[in-house]
T-cell receptor
Framework: GAVVSQHPSRVICKSGTSVKIECRSL??????MFWYRQFPKQSLMLMAT?????????EQGVEKDKFLINHASLTLSTLTVTSAHPEDSSFYIC?????????FGPGTRLTVT | GNSVTQMEGPVTLSEEAFLTINCTYT??????LFWYVQYPGEGLQLLLK?????DKGSNKGFEATYRKETTSFHLEKGSVQVSDSAVYFC???????????FGAGTTVTVRA
């Protein structure tokens, strides 16, 4: 149990367009999900905490208007990268919390050309 | 603030060798400590954890002991296998918000 999926696994988009990444908890309900960003050979950096039915809480330095997070149901959170630029290219990882433990999705590789 | 420092890799070992990955932390309060593993092409998985000083977490032959006096949580395995090749992340969280702070990750490659 405790499986988290992400879709898509890879996406390439043109500069200026928006991209939506989905994070789903497949076999449990998660009131809290987290979004991370991972640069090559670097650690995961927490971007925001997504709470079902309320606004996301963003970490310092993360642009909330650029990285839109919607946690519309207990099994789905979405991250939309708006007006993407090449510097937004990265590996985005979500996790879903259950009983105080986080379960991670496999990640989404975003490349902005 | 909270931070985690772990040994830089990459680490390359032969099968049956002893593995140690050092991890130290800085935290306000009393964090829980974790080791996560990321196998090629997969998401992070919890390997083991410890929630208070002197606790020992263990799983799949890996062990780590929460040392408050040295603020450390070093990961060890006595005899590694090729299937242990992965990236290992040390992390901490404070119980009030469950947010995780990660170390940089250590890539381990085990050769047959």
């Amino acid at each position: 149990g405790a499986v988290v999926s992400q879709h898509p696994s890879r996406v390439i988009c043109k500069s200026g367009t928006s991209v939506k990444i989905e994070c789903r908890s497949l076999d449990f309900q998660a009131t809290t999900m987290f979004w991370y960003r991972q640069f090559p050979k670097q650690s995961l950096m927490l971007m925001a905490t997504s709470n079902e039915g309320s606004k996301a809480t963003y970490e310092q330095g993360v642009e909330k208007d650029k990285f839109l997070i919607n946690h519309a149901s207990l099994t789905l959170s979405t991250l939309t990268v708006t007006s993407a630029h090449p510097e937004d290219s990265s590996f985005y990882i979500c996790s879903a919390s259950r009983s105080g433990e986080q379960y991670f999705g496999p990640g989404t590789r975003l490349t902005v050309t | 603030g909270n931070s985690v420092t772990q040994m830089e890799g990459p680490v390359t070992l032969s099968e049956e060798a002893f593995l140690t990955i050092n991890c130290t932390y800085t935290a306000t309060g009393y964090p829980s400590l974790f080791w996560y593993v990321q196998y090629p092409g997969e998401g992070l998985q919890l390997l083991l954890k410890a929630t208070k000083a002197d606790d020992k977490g263990s799983n799949k032959g890996f062990e780590a002991t929460y040392r408050k006096e040295t603020t450390s949580f070093h990961l060890e395995k006595g005899s590694v296998q090729v299937s242990d090749s992965a990236v290992y992340f040390c992390a901490l969280s404070l119980s009030n918000d469950y947010k995780l702070s990660f170390g940089a990750g250590t890539t381990v490659t085990v050769r047959a």
